[in-house]
């Protein structure tokens, strides 16, 4: 049986609020943390097959030229070598995301330095690497004029969001702010390296990857290889991070999948961390201009962003940088404006919060700007600038906690009202400043299918092809289930991750969470009907609560009432118009307080507040690690990451952990995280919002606040290093 919701209508009834088990919304631990710890969950590149032969990626030094030969023939005699892959549909762009929806690539075509042209397969991966290290490719590379400063290139303009006349706006202002930044790209990161491996029967296909969203890779995969979805079984029930980064297939499943096909055995292919930071992909560098035009009090009469991001040519995707700018603050006039170079790099995608990621802190260093200027104190003067209805589309917000999270962040964290002059506060040879900045991120669901099985003994089993890519999936995928069926956390098994099971949303866009979850509390109301009617009652009457079912003044355990069948639901969520009739977001607020040194410029952030309003927690625990994660990677994002491209042959020049800098412990001080419940009837059937993204959303902007603040260094360029501080 399956309950199936198109969320057409905002859903108030709040049931999971009348289940009352207390379950869902509890700190609860992750029921397979002790697996990740003890080093025992199964990764892709843990699992093995009898005879599995070892691929590795051969990738070319150019950023872009033709392939005229390969020399296999001398890498074949090589010991332990079985084959050398060269196919178009592992070398082109076809080999990432849906093939057919890439842009045209001829097969011998390299456009990116570091892009992978063919696969040697061995007996060990020893002997793998070293034939792959051996191989002679010619190329005639046509550099000369490849454009790789999107600076130096014509961009093309994305459809602008326009109202008014910002120009004028700016003209006629008490105060205005104009003012240009520039971020630099990110990777991604993830811990665990690109991974897959490969087993074909002559018929099908199954796939052992570390992948964010089964359903659509499924599909990619079959679109690559020529398969039908149903040949091909993807199996992922760890994921060591994505950030967007394993949103799609890659090189190195197509060509595990490609050489166990061809060879008839299975194959592993493991990205190197090098690879994976040359090959997958990348989020675009920006250059943003901001203008803000505001009336004696501080209150917006225009607002203007402005972006250039770049991309591969032929490329659909554009960092969205502008996405929160469309409904954070008010301003009648507004100039909302995207634009694409086209440079050779490696492909642009979704990485850790596309768009606001890089696109509030600007907007909120500006609003810092216009504070000092109208003499307003900072939180005050975006309190005075929250919309009443999204100002460019006049919809109603479904929910929006921004203003609490500014007073409460605000409380929580010690902050000294009034208008504000930097240089205030010296300790030694350290000059210490605080700021602050709004959180915002746009909100999505996917459709997503779950099964939940009421088995004869009471307990619970949740499956889906959902993944859990470090964000505790298992757990409140488990206490939705628990919450609604009156079970314990221990009396519900949650299997993820394998496309035999329904097809859930995937990991990715912080739609997870209430999408699935979505999906297991629809199963779980059907249950709870076929649960009544056993029983003979309504199913309103019903309560069911520690393994117990309870109506009137009667009492049965679970078990009793199944009477040794067990029963099964599959929910099935579809996003309708509930989510389009309302502007639907997640907030929150930022406070920073960091010391600047003197005579380095060097940044330490010491503490850090972030409050957030995301719909329901569905576990407060993991809520909570996913925004101190977002608010690690601010710090990031604020004074250490950025992708360092050669100007002379486009390579990628820090393609490590020891050379891209993420923040590291050392780094990263004591963050509060103030979570404030709410519920939003419009965003999902379970009330929820995204969160697994918020944390990120502005944080850096609160970090550059501070620095000025600190030293009076106003730094327009992300990441703050030192000699940019200087
Ligand atoms: Mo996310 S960047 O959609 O994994």
């Not at 003890?38 to 699992?47: H, I, L, P, S, W």
């Not at 917000?397 to 205030?424: N, Q």
């Not at 419009?682 to 850096?700: F, N, T, Y």
Request: proline letters at 5%; aromatic letters at 6%.
């Amino acid at each position: 049986m399956s309950v199936h919701c198109k969320q057409d209508a905002p859903d108030e009834r709040n049931v999971l609020d009348s289940t009352k088990q207390g379950v869902l919304g509890e700190p609860l631990e992750r029921p397979e943390g002790l697996l990740k710890v003890t080093g025992t969950a199964t990764y892709a590149a843990e699992f093995d097959a009898e005879s599995c032969l070892e691929g590795v990626l051969v990738t070319l030094p150019v950023v872009r030229g033709t392939i005229t030969s390969i020399d296999r023939e001398s890498v074949l005699q090589m010991p332990g070598v079985v084959a050398v892959i060269t196919d178009e549909r592992l070398t082109g762009r076809a080999a990432q995301g849906m093939a057919g929806e890439a842009p045209f690539q001829p097969a011998q075509q390299v456009c990116y330095w570091g892009q992978p042209v063919a696969l040697v397969v061995a007996e060990s991966f020893e002997e793998a690497r070293d034939a792959a290290k051996h191989l002679s490719v010619e190329c005639n590379a046509d550099e000369g004029d490849a454009p790789l400063d999107p600076d130096t290139v014509e961009a093309e303009q994305r459809k602008p969001t326009k109202n008014g006349d910002l120009a004028h706006a700016m003209t006629q202002a008490a105060h205005s702010v104009d003012a240009t930044f520039t971020t630099d790209g990110h990777a991604s990161a993830a811990m665990e390296p690109h991974a897959a491996m490969a087993q074909w029967d002559g018929q099908s296909l199954t796939v052992h990857a570390s992948l964010q969203m089964l359903k659509f890779n499924r599909a990619e995969l079959a679109d690559s290889l020529n398969l039908k979805e149903k040949q091909v079984r993807l199996i992922a029930p760890y994921v060591g991070g994505g950030f967007g980064s394993k949103l799609g297939i890659s090189q190195e499943t197509v060509g595990a999948s490609l050489a166990a096909m061809k060879l008839g055995k299975p194959v592993r292919v493991v990205m190197s961390r090098q690879q994976v930071f040359q090959t997958i992909m990348r989020r675009s560098e920006t250059t943003q201009r901001v203008r803000l035009a505001a009336d004696s009090e501080g209150r917006l009469t225009g607002f203007g962003h402005e972006a250039r991001v770049s991309n591969l040519p032929g490329e659909e995707f554009a960092e969205p940088v502008l996405q929160s700018s469309q409904f954070l603050y008010g301003g009648d006039n507004r100039l909302l404006q995207l634009e694409v170079a086209r440079i050779h790099r490696m492909t642009a995608g979704s990485v850790r919060a596309p768009g606001e990621a890089v696109g509030v802190q600007t907007v909120e260093q500006a609003m810092d700007m216009l504070a000092e200027k109208a003499g307003i104190d900072p939180v005050e003067l975006r309190l005075r600038n929250i919309p009443e209805r999204h100002p460019a589309k006049d919809k109603p917000y479904s929910s929006r906690k921004l203003a609490e999270c500014l007073r409460e962040g605000a409380s929580a964290f010690g902050w000294k009202d009034g208008p504000r002059k930097p240089r205030h506060t010296r300790e030694g040879e350290w000059w210490i400043g605080s700021g602050v900045a709004s959180a915002a991120r746009i909100h999505a669901v996917v459709e997503a299918k779950a099964r939940v099985t009421l088995r004869p003994d009471g307990t619970a089993l949740v499956e889906t092809d959902m993944t859990d890519i470090g964000t505790g999936t298992y757990a409140i995928l488990g206490q939705v289930a628990g919450e609604m069926l009156g079970l314990s956390l221990d009396d519900v098994e949650v299997r993820l991750g394998d496309t035999d099971m329904p097809p859930g949303s995937g990991s990715g866009g912080s739609f997870g969470a209430s999408s699935c979850g979505s999906a297991v509390f629809l199963a779980c109301e059907g249950l709870r009907d076929t649960l009544a009617e056993k029983l003979g009652i309504e199913a309103s009457d019903l309560s069911l609560k520690d393994g117990f079912a309870l109506w009137e003044n009667e009492k049965k355990s679970i078990a009793e009432v199944l009477d040794g069948k067990a029963i099964e639901e599959i929910g099935h969520f579809e996003p309708g118009k509930s989510t389009e009739d309302y502007a639907v977001a997640s907030f929150g607020a930022f406070f920073a307080e960091v010391a600047v040194n003197h005579w380095t410029g060097e940044t330490r952030v010491r503490r850090m507040t972030g409050a957030f309003g995301f719909g329901r927690v569905l576990n407060a625990r993991t809520a909570r690690s996913q925004c101190l994660g977002g608010m690690t990677w601010c710090i990031g994002n604020a004074l250490t990451e950025s992708l360092l491209f050669d100007p002379t042959d486009g390579h990628l020049a820090n393609c490590d952990l020891a050379e891209y800098h993420v923040p590291v412990h050392r780094d990263v001080p004591d963050l509060e995280v103030v979570l404030l419940e709410e519920r939003d009837a419009a965003a999902s059937p379970i009330q929820a919002k995204g969160v697994g993204e918020l944390g990120l959303c502005g944080g850096a902007g609160a970090i550059a606040n501070a620095i000025y603040d600190a030293c009076g260094a106003r730094v327009f360029a992300y990441p703050m290093t030192p000699d940019r501080v200087l």
